[in-house]
């Protein structure tokens, strides 16, 4: 008698729980196309989606001091969150230092990344001649460009990285 009732219990806690989950929890509201777009922007290595904009190391230096300092270091040696300047020659070691110079594949994915993701708490906030200055400055932190180089959609997927030819890609693509 006692596993009857549990069991009755049990399918009635299980079928309302369904219920429930179908209907969902009516938070928020369904994004519109436009907010989707802005969203679903992605950047291929070969610089398919740059968008139009520019920007140099020596203009990225006073943004990163500004808003990304605090969290990657002052010369992007990492404090609460990574490293990001450093560690070449360092990747066939015991304890390899992952940065963006020493072992990113692509630049490219520098400037989505910072463009999609940075700063940590307001994500989206920065311009793309910002994403650009900043990409810039980490390419020159990590001595990959110099400090007056130019950095738009064409020179950015052109940069070579150092460590690009150590990834095999998995598509048979070269």
């Not at 520019?54 to 230096?61: H, L, Q």
């Not at 810039?136 to 460009?145: C, D, K, P, Q, T």
Request: hydrophobic share 40%.
């Amino acid at each position: 008698m006692c596993s009857y009732k549990l069991s009755t219990i049990l399918a009635t806690a299980l079928v309302a729980g369904t219920a429930l989950a179908q209907r969902g929890p009516d938070l928020g509201v369904v994004a519109t196309s436009e907010q989707i777009a802005e969203w679903d922007r992605s950047i291929g290595p070969d610089g398919t989606g740059l968008p139009e904009g520019s920007g140099t190391a020596a203009a990225g230096a006073a943004i990163f001091a500004a808003k990304c300092a605090a969290c990657h270091g002052v010369d992007g040696e990492g404090t609460i969150n990574d490293r990001l300047v450093g560690g070449q020659g360092t990747i066939g070691a015991e304890r390899p230092i992952k940065t963006i110079g020493s072992y990113w594949p692509y630049a490219t994915t520098i400037f989505d990344y910072v463009r999609r993701a940075m700063p940590y708490l307001t994500p989206h906030t920065l311009t793309d001649d910002e994403a650009y200055a900043l990409t810039a400055h980490l390419l020159h932190e990590n001595g990959i460009i110099g400090l007056d180089d130019v950095i738009d959609a064409e020179s950015l997927a052109n940069v070579a990285m150092p460590n690009r030819d150590n990834f095999v890609r998995r598509d048979g693509v070269d």
